[in-house]
């Protein structure tokens, strides 16, 4: 639990996602959810019964105006990101959003300026990032047990979800790199550190799904590092089982993070070297709580932030330049309505 002033927070829309990325986080940290929107009023009060939100409102243009909200969360579709993303800035709000931050790069590039005119803080939700598991393994590679770094295999893939799904909507700037494989790619950006710097696309492919022309069913990315380390970023949304290990080979051992999006599932790191092979496992508390509070001690202490809009900018720019090399075009922008 906190003991410094809760945080506001105020939620876009009546998600699935959102019992586990803020309803659990915030309840454990002890934060307010002080409001929900949706587009079905029913829905969000539906919501906030079930989930103790203090209040519902009207819409999500009164959510982002609401002088007690502080922060706003949006789990909303991939296409509204964008959109209610630069509404919560304009309104003066702190944003923690899901990722990807917008639909595409010009899109997430107007999301960085107004970042910039708000001077308020805003968080693209890679969760991962705050969990012992992945930080373990950023340990092993500060601690020289695996050597110099020499390869990364990320692979995010999961079963089909049904074709209604809105993650298979081009308009809805949907398909599989989008939802999955922007894990994939930001875990490599992510071990720059120890690889001389950020890696570069080399090469991309994918496979379009049956029925959707011009969503992205699967795709892999190749990535090359200036140290001379070499990546394979990969996302499948039709895939047999679920599989979200992050895999790094280093000049004198490798490590597995068996479960690096769903830790609180799979907390195993798996370490290789010449001494044998180990197996570390580092908790299941949510990497979402973990991330909640990350968030709350640098908008109440000004403690240090991985993640920021230059972060969420980067990532959007190697999106949209692995669907262009893989053959696809980049993800259509959705504007709201003036009135």
């Known amino acids: 639990m906190t003991t410094e ?15 586990l990325s803020i309803v659990g986080p915030a309840r454990a940290t002890g934060h307010r959810l002080v409001a929900v ?17 203090e ?28 959109p209610w993303n630069l509404a919560a800035l304009r309104a003066g709000k702190h944003v923690l959003t899901e990722k990807p931050s917008a639909s595409n790069t010009a899109e997430a590039a107007e999301v960085h300026e107004a970042v910039a005119k708000a001077g308020t803080v805003f968080m693209e939700g890679f969760h991962y990032l705050f969990h012992p598991v992945v930080l373990r393994l950023h340990e092993l590679l500060d601690s020289g047990e695996l050597g110099e770094l020499r390869h990364v295999d990320t692979m995010v893939a999961m079963p089909a979800p049904p074709d209604s799904d809105v993650r298979w909507s081009l308009p809805l700037a949907g398909g599989a790199l989008m939802d999955l494989g922007c894990y994939s790619l930001h875990a490599q950006r992510m071990l720059a550190p120890w690889a001389g710097g950020a890696p570069r696309l080399v090469a991309a492919r994918g496979g379009e ?12 990315a190749d990535l090359e590092f200036p140290g001379g380390a070499t990546g394979s970023a ?21 490590a597995t993070v068996t479960n690096f999006v769903q830790p609180h599932l799979d907390d195993r790191v798996v370490v290789r070297t010449a001494t044998g092979e180990r197996t570390e496992e580092l908790g299941r508390r949510s990497s979402y709580t973990y991330q909640l509070e990350a968030f709350a001690a640098h908008l109440r202490d000004g403690a240090p932030l991985a993640l920021d809009a230059d972060d969420a900018l980067t990532t959007m720019r190697l999106i949209d330049d692995c669907y262009l090399a893989a053959g696809f075009s980049v993800r259509p922008r959705t504007v709201l309505p003036t009135a």
């Open 37 to 53: 929107a949706a587009r079905d009023r029913g829905r969000a009060e539906t919501f906030a019964t079930t989930y103790g939100v």
């Open 209 to 220: 799904k049956a029925g959707a022309p011009g969503i992205d069913e699967w795709l892999d």
């Open 5 to 19: 002033e809760p945080l506001r927070i105020g939620v876009l829309g009546a998600s699935r996602i959102a019992e």
């Open 234 to 254: 990969r996302c499948h949304m039709a895939h047999e089982t679920w599989q979200m290990s992050c895999r790094v080979v280093g000049s004198r051992g490798e």
């Open 55 to 82: 209040r519902v409102v009207g819409s999500y243009a009164d959510l982002v105006a609401d002088p007690e909200v502080e922060v706003v969360y949006n789990p909303l579709a991939n296409s509204l990101h964008g």
